[in-house]
């Protein structure tokens, strides 16, 4: 791992400080996961942390979002530019969530600390959280309705959370008075502001023990070594363009019209270029995805491809360049609606994977379910108490060359949890009926896709905002090389009368007393034809009740 590794440092050195590296990540994560309140992270596990050099780049992730991870890159870049490293000062904590500035989405606030030792920034400590509202025109703050960001909910542009350790209580009072859940919404800021404390400390300690010259020049180090590793991992792919096209069901606005996401990838060189010319133009509803979101899903799609032993840092996204045509889905102007990229995101993920699996049949399995629910409910409580819940619900992963898909796990770019019931009946009037694997959703195959899940909602009170966001209701997760199809994905709701109301891949409606949601969610797609399949291996699907008999 450590060959050409200057001889000026010691390769175990660093080594061991890489592991360290990792460890402090996964510390902050446990701290963010452990001290946040919204049942999103705590449950979900919604929300990221990471280290940064003092450059900006990434040092190291904790196991957590890719999509939180890459997207926090532009977010330390912007405190960067706001703030020059000769104004920062020891106890400064920024905050930003606006996708115009360097965000991704409302919800997802960032906080960034800088890192100091020996009187200079080391690096950058930071953290990333979906809160489970940030104000807007419905509960949860992904309403699939918005046509333009002003009504998504509350924009933060790069602002001290903390000036030199003292706390901006006009931001605090201002996020509070904007949002439906203040207390949970601002407990999860500081348990941000927790983690990135960890992190700083932890880099602190490190740096006592290697002294601060040593310490910044493994951090370098390191970032050159994985650089070289990826690009020689690239080297391994014939090299070509290679493309792909899928589609999105819709934007939310307009039900019947869907939406294109095209691709080539050229890999040349020891490097992956993308080119998503013949994309669909910027769309009216939500599902616009500004060019972090893009880069999220191309740092994913390389590190799926490329030799896992390498170590995920900065180094190992710089062989990888993105064309993004403005003013198109992946690169929309300002005001344009973002609240809905995480749907864009992992179909944009998952057609960088497709295309490049005519050349590594061994790496790229077959579709996944290409959707993640994402399920926001809010109203009151009988007790007159606010509340906003929320719920990603996932559908199956792909086949591959040696396994079946898995059901019922989140794929290509994101990582959460669905909500457990406990948790959801706890916080909110609602009760879950019903949760079990959809029978028959995988693709069929030598190798069957992974299952999609099927859950049911009852409300216990009236007037419950439901937001729903889903995915591949209109079209299937493609089988690979004569494997089949994964089913599309449904929902519907069924209101206390027995009256049925089909739900077009999104909406944002109200529910009531009585009224149930019912969601069945896509399947992984099959690899290879289903005639390879071993018998032993159908008998026991059958008996598993995971596919249906003929007839």
């Known amino acids: 791992m450590t060959s050409g590794t200057p001889s000026s440092l010691d390769p175990i050195t660093v080594e061991v400080t890489r592991h360290k590296l990792d460890g402090i990540a996964n510390e902050m994560q446990s701290t963010l996961l452990r001290s946040s309140f919204s049942p999103i992270v705590k449950e979900g596990l919604d929300a990221s942390a990471g280290l940064f050099t003092a450059g900006g780049a990434t040092l190291a992730q904790a196991c957590a979002i890719p999509i939180h991870l890459a997207t926090l890159i532009p977010g330390v870049e912007t405190a960067m530019k706001t703030w020059p490293a000769e104004t920062m000062r020891p106890g400064d904590i920024y905050a930003l969530n606006d996708p115009y500035l360097g965000g991704t989405h409302l919800p997802d606030i960032m906080v960034i600390q800088p890192v100091f030792h020996g009187g200079r920034i080391i690096a950058f400590s930071a953290a990333i959280t979906h809160h489970q509202d940030m104000g807007g025109l419905s509960a949860g703050s992904v309403p699939t309705h918005a046509t333009e960001i002003f009504q998504e909910g509350l924009r933060i542009p790069p602002l001290k959370l903390y000036d030199a350790g003292v706390l901006n209580e006009t931001l605090v009072a201002m996020i509070r008075q904007n949002v439906r859940i203040p207390d949970t919404v601002m407990g999860d800021v500081f348990a941000q502001v927790a983690a990135t404390h960890v992190g700083a400390r932890r880099l602190c300690e490190l740096a006592d023990r290697l002294g601060t010259e040593t310490a910044t020049a493994i951090f370098d180090e390191l970032l050159d070594l994985s650089e070289r590793m ?24 307009d039900l019947n019209k869907p939406i294109r996401i095209e691709v080539a990838v050229t890999v040349r060189d020891q490097s992956i270029h993308l080119d998503f010319t013949g994309t669909s133009p910027q769309v009216r509803g939500p599902l616009n995805c500004v060019p972090s979101g893009t880069l999220a899903a191309a740092c994913f799609a390389v590190r799926a491809v490329t030799d896992p032993k390498i170590p995920t840092n900065g180094g190992c996204f710089r062989p990888i360049s993105l064309h993004l045509p403005e003013g198109s889905l992946l690169n929309p102007k300002e005001p344009a609606a973002v609240n809905a990229r995480t749907a864009t995101i992992k179909r944009v993920a998952g057609s960088i994977l497709a295309a490049l699996a005519e050349v590594l ?25 606010a509340f906003v819940t929320a719920d990603q619900i996932a559908g199956g992963s792909g086949a591959s060359r040696y396994l079946d898909g898995v059901d019922v796990i989140e794929t290509d770019a994101t990582n959460g949890m669905n909500l457990p019931a406990e948790a959801l009946e706890l916080e909110s009037p609602i009760r879950l009926l019903q949760v079990a694997l959809r029978p028959g959703s995988g693709g069929a195959g030598e190798h069957r896709g992974g299952l999609g899940t099927i859950r049911e909602f009852e409300m216990l009170t009236d007037e419950i905002s439901m937001s729903y966001r889903g995915e591949r209701h209109f079209s299937q997760p493609r089988g690979l090389f004569g494997g089949e199809d994964g089913q599309s994905a449904r929902a519907v709701v069924i209101r206390a009368d027995g009256t049925q109301e089909p739900i077009p891949s999104k909406i944002v409606s109200t529910l009531h007393r009585g009224d149930r949601l019912l969601i069945e969610t896509a399947g992984g797609a099959g690899y290879n034809p289903p005639a390879g399949r071993a018998a032993a291996a159908t008998a026991a699907d059958l008996a598993d009740g995971k596919v249906l008999a003929a007839g």
């Open 230 to 253: 990826t690009r020689r991992s690239l080297a391994e792919i014939p090299p070509g363009t290679y493309r792909y096209v899928d589609v999105l069901d819709n934007d939310g606005i």
């Open 361 to 385: 049949p061994d790496r790229v399995p077959a579709a996944s379910s290409g959707e993640m629910v994402m399920l926001a409910l809010g109203g009151r409580t009988p007790s007159g108490a």
